[in-house]
């Protein structure tokens, strides 16, 4: 079994200037640049053969190079408490079609669909019980984040592996936009 998701890399000048934002929140696992992505659907726990499968149909997705915009900060909650904090991305047609083409090649090979709405972001930290009044100032502070444009000329599919200290990603396939 491998756990893998598609994704979008994050260059390193644009990581550099994030781990500018990556602090004055107590307690937060803030991403290392190596981790930082822009998922574009997590397809879970998946046999070797499903794996191989959805590769073959990842690798004739098509498409323009195209350009994304950080935009924004938030937070993801469940039930009021805080687990996450994210920098968001500006709206974008291209981004959504392929994001919508890595949800087809999944249902092709059998993959459930996904029941969340796909909603684009990069998260920057992971928070266990944060306090949320200091979420929100950390939110205020941050929330005029804007990158400059991303060029966007492929997307890869990522293996994904739990520790301790939270999870490692390793690149197992690149698919370019052309």
């Known amino acids: 079994m491998i756990r893998l998701f598609a994704a979008l890399p994050v260059p390193e000048e644009i990581g550099i200037a994030l781990a500018a934002r990556q602090q004055g929140l107590e307690g937060a696992r803030w991403r290392p640049q190596e981790a930082l992505h822009i998922t574009l659907r997590f397809y879970g726990e998946l046999r070797e053969d499903i794996a191989r499968d959805l590769d073959a149909e990842l690798s004739t997705i098509r498409g323009e190079p195209f350009e994304i915009t950080l935009q924004g900060v938030g937070a993801f909650a469940d039930g009021g408490d805080v687990h996450a904090i994210w920098a968001g991305l500006e709206e974008n047609r291209p981004l959504k079609r392929l994001a919508r083409a ?59 592996f739990l520790a301790r200290e939270g999870a490692h990603y390793r690149l197992e396939a690149e698919y370019p936009l052309s």
């Open 102 to 160: 890595c949800e087809v090649a999944a249902r092709r090979v059998g993959i459930r669909g996904e029941s969340r709405r796909w909603r684009p972001h990069l998260t920057l930290a992971y928070l266990r019980h944060p306090e949320p009044d200091h979420v929100a100032r950390w939110i205020q502070a941050n929330n005029l984040l804007k990158s400059p444009p991303i060029p966007i000329e492929r997307f890869g599919l990522y293996s994904s």
